[in-house]
């Protein structure tokens, strides 16, 4: 089980790209970041990674069916001093079965390396348990080099926890492999979607993409309704027997 595949809609040159994931966890931090960046930014479809064990559905945007786990890509000036050209966000919006993350974490990494990418940037959700005023920020570096990077724009490193899901994975795998993987953990709450969350993690990013205007005000102005529309489709997204869930989905 986990056997994943990637199609690509087209070929560009992807040397030094800087690549962000967002997966649906705790909190939908990831999705929501992630899925700011690529509208805000219209960025455009490059790839996909497939399965046979990924939900058979179809997210549809404006008017297209688009596969559960993309790939999008702008010609960016982008990446801490500017290096890259590209700006890569992978994302989805359902939780891929535990079989297949490390398969999808491996064909992540082994993509990036293919392509010569230079460095993953996990955005995630951490659990606070309460809520908060000022939203706790704290990052994990698979490599000396991410740390350092993390370190750069002030994030505190986490000492001692545990990240879960496709970052979780990503993490130790590119320790395995010598990859750089950042994981940009914000506090959060397990029980409902927090944009205000995704948008401090956004505040951060904005600071090591240098060369792009990424503006998280809109996603503190429209947080409440964000969260209420997410709330929304996750309540119509709970199994029932015999049919299959629906994607969550959010404007």
Request: charged fraction near 25%; glycine fraction near 6%.
């Amino acid at each position: 089980m986990g056997e994943i595949e990637v199609y690509e809609y087209e070929k560009m040159d992807l040397e030094n790209a800087f690549v962000i994931t967002g997966f649906p966890t705790v909190g939908l931090v990831g999705t929501i970041a992630s899925r700011f960046v690529v509208h805000s930014l219209k960025l455009h479809l490059l790839a996909a990674f497939l399965s046979d064990y990924f939900p058979p559905v179809s997210v549809i945007s404006n008017a297209e069916p688009l596969p559960p786990v993309r790939v999008y890509a702008g010609d960016k000036k982008c990446g801490p001093n500017g290096r890259c050209n590209q700006l890569i966000v992978m994302l989805s919006e359902f939780v891929p079965h535990f079989a297949t993350l490390r398969p999808l974490a491996n064909k992540i990494i082994e993509w990036c390396k293919e392509n010569n990418c230079e460095t993953i940037v996990c955005i995630e959700g951490f659990n606070v348990g309460e809520k908060v005023e000022e939203v706790p920020l704290a990052g994990v570096g698979s490599t000396e080099e991410a740390r350092e990077m993390l370190k750069r724009y002030n994030v505190e490193l986490m000492q001692e926890g545990m990240v879960s899901g496709l970052s979780g994975i990503l993490l130790y795998e590119g320790r395995r492999r010598n990859f750089d993987v950042a994981c940009l953990l914000a506090g959060t709450h397990a029980d409902y979607p927090d944009a205000k969350a995704a948008a401090k993690v956004l505040e951060t990013v904005n600071k090591m993409l240098p060369e792009i205007e990424i503006d998280p005000e809109p996603l503190y102005k429209q947080a409440e309704e964000i969260e209420k529309q997410i709330r929304v489709h996750m309540e119509k997204a709970k199994p029932t027997k015999h049919v299959y869930t629906e994607p969550m989905m959010y404007g």
